[in-house]
């Protein structure tokens, strides 16, 4: 063992305070002035801090930003619009169908613009199409997007055809692109539910607090709140004379959005909840909620009145919107404060114990 001079060297302390003698009372014991029952002593544990190494997240939060909030609101008026085209094609509506059939074409074609610059350049979207993984919602995703996209694009060109009075250079592809309307129809309305809800699938996939904890509802919120948005569209766009169909997707939307995302909060650990509360998500939700209802009211009782029916499309397409921005950026909230990965799993493991389910994993262990 080697010796060296350091050995025996000690860094300076602090000087010792030197203690207050307390008054002593009857029996020797010490004297407080709350009555000598400890109501005044400090506790020795100090109250918990979810706290992280470096003050960084416990869950890094995926680089998403507006673009994709924005892709979430105009996926689901998308599908739920190729739907109303169908219903309009197979009940003789032609301005229905028109409107709906380019309310679709638009909606997703601007998603997929935004989704394109989310991903920085566009062969990235390509890359993605060079395989098919069904257990990853975002390939399933992808192929969805693209087929959707493809039908619901020839039957909007057929439309235009019509409303040029044929006037495109289509030569000799005209019959064909006729020919194709129904078929590109149907495959574009059968499209529309997975276009509205996969993205409710991609989130709640993630280890974001607050979207996993939706897993299971979330699509039914998506579901209804694409169903009252392109409802509300067409309410917007459309006569009234033709618009019956749009006025019962469209209450028909908030009476489901409603009951799906109560029951959704309920099935929720009430901690990865707040997110959707407070904040400017929690404001974003309640205005969602109350256009929702105003906009269901009337259609329901005035979608007959032009102006009724317009101000009423209006508020359901703007609910929708904020729906899809309040749960996108309540999951992104959530990630910023460890107490809502925390007590959540803490939470998880309680009730496991309670079950008695503690022989596969070593934390659930008693």
């Not at 009940?91 to 169908?97: E, S």
């Not at 529309?192 to 409710?200: F, I, N, Q, R, S």
């Not at 459309?238 to 409603?258: H, I, S, W, Y």
């Amino acid at each position: 063992m080697s010796i060296s001079p350091y050995d025996s060297y000690r860094p300076p302390e602090e000087p010792r305070r030197r203690r207050r003698r307390r008054n002593r009372g009857p029996g020797g014991g010490a004297f407080r002035r709350g009555g000598g029952d400890g109501s005044r002593e400090m506790p020795m544990v100090p109250d918990t801090e979810f706290t992280s190494y470096y003050g960084r997240p416990i869950v890094k939060a995926p680089p998403w930003d507006s673009k994709i909030a924005s892709y979430l609101f105009l996926g689901g008026l998308s599908g739920g619009s190729a739907i109303l085209a169908l219903g309009g094609y197979l009940t003789g509506k032609p301005a229905l169908r028109r409107n709906a059939r380019l309310s679709a074409l638009t909606a997703a074609g601007l998603g997929g613009v935004l989704l394109v610059a989310d991903l920085g350049r566009p062969e990235r979207f390509l890359h993605m199409m060079r395989t098919f993984k069904p257990t990853s919602p975002m390939s399933i995703g992808s192929w969805v997007l693209a087929s959707f996209s493809t039908n619901a694009g020839v039957a909007a060109a057929v439309e235009v055809d019509r409303m040029t009075g044929e006037r495109l250079p289509l030569g000799p592809l005209r019959p064909v692109l006729h020919a194709a309307e129904l078929p590109t129809s149907v495959a574009a309305g059968v499209l529309g539910a997975p276009m509205a809800t996969y993205t409710a699938m991609l989130l709640s996939d993630t280890a974001v607090p607050t979207w996993h904890e939706m897993h299971g509802h979330l699509p039914f919120v998506f579901a209804s709140s694409a169903s009252l948005a392109s409802g509300g569209l067409a309410m917007l766009t459309t006569p009234v004379a033709q618009a019956g169909p749009a006025r019962f997707f469209a209450v028909a939307g908030v009476a489901g959005e409603l009951v799906a995302m109560h029951v959704m909060k309920d099935a929720m650990d009430p901690v990865t909840v707040e997110p959707l509360e407070q904040g400017r998500p929690g404001q974003w939700m309640e205005w969602s909620e109350r256009l929702s209802v105003l906009g269901g009211l009337g259609a329901l009782f005035g979608g007959r009145r032009r102006w009724v029916a317009a101000a009423s499309g209006l508020a359901l397409v703007s609910s929708s919107a904020l729906t899809r921005f309040g749960v996108f950026w309540a999951g992104k909230k959530s990630v910023k404060d460890p107490k809502y990965t925390v007590i959540p799993q803490r939470n998880r493991l309680n009730k496991r114990r309670a079950a008695g389910i503690t022989h596969d994993s070593i934390t659930t262990a008693g």
